[in-house]
């Protein structure tokens, strides 16, 4: 406590500019001010300016009064009020420049402050009045080219302007805002929100809803999502106030509202004001509106999962789009369309419209990079089996238009499409099996979701960085980012998120151990599946029963994982869509050989190796040796299938897959009756899975070694 009065005594020196003050005066500020500096100072100003306190020339001050006066002195009893008496015993023109100049802000320019300064014939004094004030302590000078000064604190800012009569305030702002037009008229730009927010204090609404309109639209472009919704917000309101606005203005409001929601992935409300919009401006025949307004309402439909919705209305915004002649909603309408189709189960058509969009974009003699079609072209060439066309042939054309989408988004400055060309690259390249470029990309894409305010991208590279956590073996990260990414699907109503979030969460508890957890999480993933819109419940099954699956084969319930991992393999089938392919095929085999189903098994593990060494993901080939060596009939048989998979693995930091070619590898040396080389690989096994956190893999590499010890071996 003594501490902190002898800092505030030396602050209140340091503001007085004396070397030392009456114990009485400390005493009165400790007391008066309870503690808060900026009042300290106040209020010793204040005594300074009423003549209590007395500076004396050899820095020292003395009292004026006593101090029993002193005491029973009737000051302010708040920092305003004290700010208020001080400004009240200013000379009447410095009162006039400060509250003129609060009308500005926190920061006032001198050629802005003369330029509405309402007494034209005392523009000579205002430098000295400015001077008056920064020597009172109530403004500083600014640093910069320009003589420039600001308020010593908000809070005087504050009081200043409300000492200001409401018709002067009004006449300032207003005058305020015509300077700002007219100094500024080649490109208002940078001050759309300050002209917005002078005419509404100047009491001119439909002035301030221009220029709020123009800042929203504004700031949308620039992808300050937050920053528009507000604008437009403040649009919304001040519309109501004018009263009579045209519908024009009304549509652009309306429609940028939707818009922002839309870049929010706030649904509901995007749909409204797309509805509205669409429906003020059937009477003004605004094409562009009514083309972006369909388009926008087929992403939100989609988004939703509500596909057949979203290919009508992306249908009807193509058509009026192309009637128009407007170039970039009929590329931004047949994108979309594609992504439908794709969502719906039907790759091949999804291609054939990226067709179209090519096509289309040539006709115009643009640049095809600009139409953003690549990317989403190569992510379905990766992901989808092609009639007639080799998989290696495919998967390098796939990944080649990836690149080249991602490298054109950097250099045309699109951070929005680069964002989901990110998104896309990473998933083709988990596919194939690059963990480590797909995790960089899929961070990329978070922080750059992050940073533009898009909540359904971010909830989607969330669930990205989750699957590829349970690939590399990082459980608890699984578990939280895909516990993260549930959160925000379910604040947002995204029931695809939610079960895809929910499966994975499952798939890592069953890895971690926890079979009641992860048994409970994956039945909560497919009942969530069963609220997923019909139209999209396929493609969405294929994100999530593929680790439904895993997780009952880890908990056990063999019949679960087979009958889940089985309809997934339909839906791959009727869709061609084969992300997750080698993940169903080799949970058919674990748990077929489970089911009595060992031909079967066979059958999809040779698949799955097949498909993982034509993809050139060693990942993929080696866990379907895994399950290939734990089929075999021999034990020296699982031995060199085993080795195999170990070698292509090399010095990839996968541990879940390590381990479990560790403890394939001691079965096998149980069987052979070695129970040295059997302990040994256990033991191995149990170290990775102590370090991964695998329980489940530990709890078994633990059993092999009783079994191994009980067959002879002395540690």
């Known amino acids: 406590?003594?501490?902190?009065?002898?800092?505030?005594?030396?602050?209140?020196?340091?503001?007085?500019?004396?070397?030392?003050?009456?114990?009485?005066?400390?005493?009165?500020?400790?007391?008066?001010?309870?503690?808060?500096?900026?009042?300290?100072?106040?209020?010793?100003?204040?005594?300074?300016?009423?003549?209590?306190?007395?500076?004396?020339?050899?820095?020292?001050?003395?009292?004026?009064?006593?101090?029993?006066?002193?005491?029973?002195?009737?000051?302010?009893?708040?920092?305003?009020?004290?700010?208020?008496?001080?400004?009240?015993?200013?000379?009447?023109?410095?009162?006039?420049?400060?509250?003129?100049?609060?009308?500005?802000?926190?920061?006032?320019?001198?050629?802005?402050?003369?330029?509405?300064?309402?007494?034209?014939?005392?523009?000579?004094?205002?430098?000295?009045?400015?001077?008056?004030?920064?020597?009172?302590?109530?403004?500083?000078?600014?640093?910069?080219?320009?003589?420039?000064?600001?308020?010593?604190?908000?809070?005087?800012?504050?009081?200043?302007?409300?000492?200001?009569?409401?018709?002067?305030?009004?006449?300032?702002?207003?005058?305020?805002?015509?300077?700002?037009?007219?100094?500024?008229?080649?490109?208002?730009?940078?001050?759309?929100?300050?002209?917005?927010?002078?005419?509404?204090?100047?009491?001119?609404?439909?002035?301030?809803?221009?220029?709020?309109?123009?800042?929203?639209?504004?700031?949308?472009?620039?992808?300050?999502?937050?920053?528009?919704?507000?604008?437009?917000?403040?649009?919304?309101?001040?519309?109501?106030?004018?009263?009579?606005?045209?519908?024009?203005?009304?549509?652009?409001?309306?429609?940028?509202?939707?818009?922002?929601?839309?870049?929010?992935?706030?649904?509901?409300?995007?749909?409204?004001?797309?509805?509205?919009?669409?429906?003020?401006?059937?009477?003004t025949r605004d094409a562009a509106v009514q083309a972006g307004a369909r388009v926008g309402l087929g992403i939100c439909h989609q988004i939703r999962g509500d596909l057949d919705e979203a290919l009508a209305d992306v249908s009807i915004g193509r058509e009026i789009a192309e009637g128009a002649g407007l170039t970039d909603q009929v590329r931004r309408a047949l994108l979309t369309e594609a992504r439908v189709k794709y969502k719906l189960g039907h790759p091949l058509d999804a291609l054939a419209t990226l067709d179209a969009l090519e096509a289309y974009v040539r006709r115009e003699g643009a640049d095809p990079a600009e139409a953003h079609g690549q990317?989403?072209?190569?992510?379905?060439?990766?992901?989808?089996?092609?009639?007639?066309?080799?998989?290696?042939?495919?998967?390098?054309?796939?990944?080649?238009?990836?690149?080249?989408?991602?490298?054109?988004?950097?250099?045309?400055?699109?951070?929005?499409?680069?964002?989901?060309?990110?998104?896309?690259?990473?998933?083709?390249?988990?596919?194939?099996?690059?963990?480590?470029?797909?995790?960089?990309?899929?961070?990329?894409?978070?922080?750059?979701?992050?940073?533009?305010?898009?909540?359904?991208?971010?909830?989607?590279?969330?669930?990205?960085?989750?699957?590829?956590?349970?690939?590399?073996?990082?459980?608890?990260?699984?578990?939280?980012?895909?516990?993260?990414?549930?959160?925000?699907?379910?604040?947002?109503?995204?029931l695809d998120y939610v079960a895809i979030a929910t499966a994975l969460v499952a798939s890592a508890e069953a890895w971690r151990g926890g079979a009641a957890a992860a048994t409970k999480h994956a039945s909560a993933a497919i009942a969530s599946l069963e609220l997923v819109s019909p139209a999209s419940r396929g493609p969405t099954s294929l994100s999530v029963l593929p680790y439904t699956a895993e997780a009952a084969l880890l908990a056990g319930d063999m019949r679960a994982a087979y009958s889940q991992a089985c309809v997934a393999w339909e839906i791959a089938e009727q869709t061609g869509i084969r992300d997750y392919e080698p993940r169903i095929r080799c949970v058919i085999g674990a748990a077929g050989r489970a089911v009595g189903e060992p031909r079967e098994a066979r059958v999809h593990l040779e698949a799955a190796l097949e498909l993982g060494l034509a993809m050139g993901s060693a990942p993929g080939a080696a866990r379907a040796l895994v399950g290939l060596a734990q089929l075999a009939e021999r034990p020296a048989e699982t031995l060199a299938i085993a080795s195999r998979a170990l070698a292509l693995l090399g010095d990839r930091d996968l541990p879940l897959d390590t381990a479990a070619i560790r403890l394939a590898c001691g079965e096998a040396h149980l069987r052979l009756g070695d129970a040295e080389a059997a302990h040994a690989e256990f033991a191995a096994a149990a170290a990775i899975a102590r370090q991964s956190g695998s329980g489940h893999q530990l709890s078994v590499a633990n059993a092999g070694l009783t079994s191994a010890e009980a067959a002879g071996v002395v540690r």
Request: contains cysteine; proline residues 4%.
């Open 1 to 283: 406590m003594k501490c902190r009065r002898r800092r505030r005594s030396k602050l209140v020196r340091a503001k007085l500019g004396v070397a030392a003050m009456p114990a009485a005066v400390g005493d009165l500020l400790a007391t008066r001010a309870a503690g808060h500096p900026f009042f300290t100072e106040e209020l010793a100003l204040a005594l300074r300016e009423t003549g209590v306190l007395e500076i004396l020339p050899d820095k020292s001050c003395k009292l004026t009064c006593s101090e029993a006066e002193l005491a029973n002195l009737d000051l302010p009893t708040t920092v305003q009020g004290t700010i208020v008496s001080r400004v009240d015993r200013l000379p009447p023109q410095p009162q006039l420049a400060l509250k003129v100049a609060s009308a500005f802000g926190r920061r006032i320019g001198a050629a802005e402050l003369a330029a509405v300064y309402p007494i034209e014939a005392d523009l000579a004094g205002l430098s000295s009045h400015l001077a008056a004030l920064v020597a009172a302590d109530l403004l500083v000078p600014e640093p910069g080219p320009e003589p420039a000064w600001a308020f010593k604190h908000l809070i005087t800012r504050e009081v200043a302007y409300g000492l200001l009569p409401a018709s002067q305030r009004s006449q300032i702002h207003g005058a305020i805002a015509g300077y700002l037009e007219a100094t500024f008229a080649a490109d208002l730009t940078p001050y759309l929100a300050a002209l917005a927010h002078h005419w509404e204090r100047a009491g001119q609404a439909a002035k301030a809803l221009d220029y709020t309109l123009l800042a929203g639209e504004w700031a949308l472009g620039g992808y300050a999502v937050k920053e528009a919704i507000r604008y437009f917000s403040a649009a919304r309101d001040l519309a109501e106030q004018v009263g009579a606005v045209p519908d024009g203005l009304l549509v652009r409001l309306h429609y940028g509202l939707a818009q922002a929601f839309r870049f929010d992935s706030d649904l509901q409300p995007a749909i409204a004001g797309y509805q509205r919009s669409l429906r003020l401006a059937a009477g």
């Open 375 to 494: 990317g989403f072209r190569g992510y379905i060439l990766v992901s989808t089996e092609i009639p007639g066309v080799d998989i290696r042939a495919r998967l390098e054309m796939g990944q080649e238009a990836l690149r080249r989408d991602v490298a054109a988004r950097r250099r045309l400055g699109d951070r929005v499409g680069l964002n989901d060309s990110l998104n896309l690259l990473g998933n083709a390249q988990w596919l194939v099996g690059d963990f480590g470029d797909a995790i960089r990309s899929f961070e990329e894409n978070f922080a750059l979701a992050s940073e533009l305010g898009a909540a359904n991208d971010l909830t989607c590279a969330l669930l990205n960085l989750a699957i590829m956590g349970l690939e590399c073996g990082r459980l608890e990260e699984t578990s939280r980012w895909a516990t993260t990414a549930h959160e925000q699907a379910a604040r947002r109503h995204d």
